[in-house]
């Protein structure tokens, strides 16, 4: 059975940094692209970044480029996301999930996690 577990999240003032993880198990996710979601309250789903399980490479939304880094670390099974110079509207649910596709898109995202909150406070 596979299972994406989410955590790390909390509360953290304007300007701080969190790293979230995403531990996975129940499945070989070689080939697999492993993306990072965001959810505020009244708001869609968005993209937030991903990463390719095999080659490590990466792509993020426009809008987050810099302040975040996504990593995995293959020995540990877990895939990582750094976020810096955290703001007041990157308050959200953060949820990472796994596709077969190199995609952005949440609907072909096969697999996903719980979800872990994120509170930035101004």
């Known amino acids: 059975q596979v299972r994406l577990v989410e955590s790390g999240g909390g509360l953290v003032q304007a300007g701080g940094s969190l790293r979230l993880s995403c531990a996975v198990s129940?499945?070989?996710?070689?080939?697999?692209?492993m993306g990072w979601f965001r959810q505020a309250p009244g708001k869609e789903r968005e993209f937030v970044g991903r990463?390719?399980?095999?080659?490590?490479?990466?792509y993020y939304a426009d809008s987050l480029k810099g302040r975040f880094t996504i990593s995995r670390d293959n020995a540990k099974n877990t895939v990582y996301l750094q976020m810096n110079s955290l703001k007041p509207e990157d308050t959200a649910v953060y949820y990472c999930?796994?596709?077969?596709?190199?995609?952005?898109?949440?609907?072909?995202?096969?697999?996903w996690g719980q979800g872990t909150q994120v509170t930035v406070s101004s």
């Open positions: 129940g499945g070989t996710f070689s080939g697999y692209t």
């Open positions: 999930a796994a596709s077969r596709r190199w995609s952005g898109t949440l609907g072909e995202y096969e697999y």
């Open positions: 990463v390719h399980w095999s080659s490590s490479s990466t």
